[in-house]
């Protein structure tokens, strides 16, 4: 059985930082891309940030550029994400996703690519 479960969220002030993790287990995603998708209130699943298998290349949506970082640790089948500057715009639930297949074709800012989600972790930043 695949599981992702993401950890580290909370309430923070705006400006903080905040480290999420996305510890997957049941197979290893050392070649698939991995992201995180973020879902507020009232509004659609928005992509944040994703990283590809073995390509080198990462994504991030423009609200989130220069702000978060992706980052992943293989041998710990473990993808996170650095979000530093917080903003209360950024409040919502944060979701990691995995891919079944490698990168070939793969569409990484799209969610129906990702095959496996976690629960989510809530972010809530007070302005």
Request: net charge neutral; with cysteine.
């Amino acid at each position: 059985q695949v599981q992702l479960v993401e950890s580290g969220g909370g309430l923070v002030q705006a400006g903080d930082s905040l480290s999420l993790s996305c510890a997957a287990s049941g197979r290893t995603f050392s070649r698939s891309p991995m992201g995180w998708f973020r879902q507020a209130p009232g509004k659609e699943r928005e992509f944040v940030a994703a990283i590809s298998g073995t390509l080198d290349l990462v994504y991030y949506s423009d609200s989130v550029k220069g702000r978060f970082t992706i980052s992943r640790d293989n041998a710990k089948n473990t993808v996170y994400l650095q979000m530093n500057n917080l903003r209360p715009e950024d409040t919502a639930v944060y979701y990691c996703a995995a891919r079944f297949w490698g990168d070939s074709g793969g569409q990484y800012r799209a969610g129906d690519e990702y095959h496996y989600w976690g629960q989510g972790t809530q972010v809530t930043v007070s302005s």
